[in-house]
């Protein structure tokens, strides 16, 4: 769980950086479709920016920003593929994750999703283009990251039992295990009484002896010095 909340950590700040550059994405959009002679119809898919990037895109600012788009998409989809192998889900779970793979597929028509408060990200287009054409693409992706959020509230409230381990994490957690109480020796700060002890260990061992216990002065047969 806690490898999926930071993977939708980090996702959210890469579409933090991404909505800094919305005009730049919808330029580059537009640009596109005025070199496919596609002016008419609204964006309605992630498979069409897919197109517009990889037949109409001719600079390479608008290629940038069009596949920041794309990858951000992918990388959802690939976190929806983890959502759905850390447990076999609620109804209420299951709901969320399909909803989340309906909107993030390929041919999925996303021009009818507005995103509303607190997103403002519709607010930042002009009223034809909020209407027409780029409502539904700059909607997309934070619809997705909301009802991910929810999953993942929902998902934290279950049962530890529920949930799946991953092989490499159980791989990660056996290693950890083995090798966990010098890791932890090593890296937890030692206590005053813990040295006061590791050193009355030493002064029993042969090589701590001579430190320890200091050996009485060389006397001359007969006794005297």
């Known amino acids: 769980m806690n490898e999926v909340k930071e993977s939708l950590r980090n996702l959210e700040q890469k579409y933090k950086l991404f909505q800094q550059q919305q005009f730049t994405f919808i330029a580059a959009l537009e640009h596109c479709r005025e070199t496919a002679h596609d002016k008419i119809r609204p964006i309605t898919s992630i498979e069409q920016v897919q197109s517009y990037a990889d037949h109409h895109c001719n600079n390479a600012t608008d290629r940038r920003i069009l596949l920041m788009f794309l990858d951000t998409c992918a990388e959802l989809n690939k976190l929806c593929q983890c959502f759905e192998a850390l447990h076999s889900g609620t109804p209420v779970t299951n709901n969320l994750l399909e909803k989340c ?16 408060y607190p997103h403002d990200v519709v607010n930042h287009l002009s009223c034809d283009e909020a209407r027409n054409h780029y409502g539904g693409v700059v909607s997309l992706i934070p619809l997705i990251l909301d009802l991910m959020k929810e999953w993942v509230a929902h998902s934290e409230k279950l049962p530890r039992k529920v949930l799946h381990v991953s092989e490499p994490e159980a791989r990660r957690e056996a290693t950890a295990g083995t090798a966990g109480p010098s890791q932890t020796a090593d890296t937890r700060p030692r206590s005053r009484k813990h040295q006061c002890r590791q050193l009355r260990k030493d002064k029993l061992q042969p090589g701590g002896r001579d430190r320890g216990c200091p050996k ?6 007969g006794g005297k010095l």
């Open 101 to 116: 793979k309906t909107l993030v597929s390929q041919s999925n028509d996303l021009s009818s999703l507005r995103a509303k």
């Open 216 to 221: 009485p002065p060389w006397r001359p047969p």
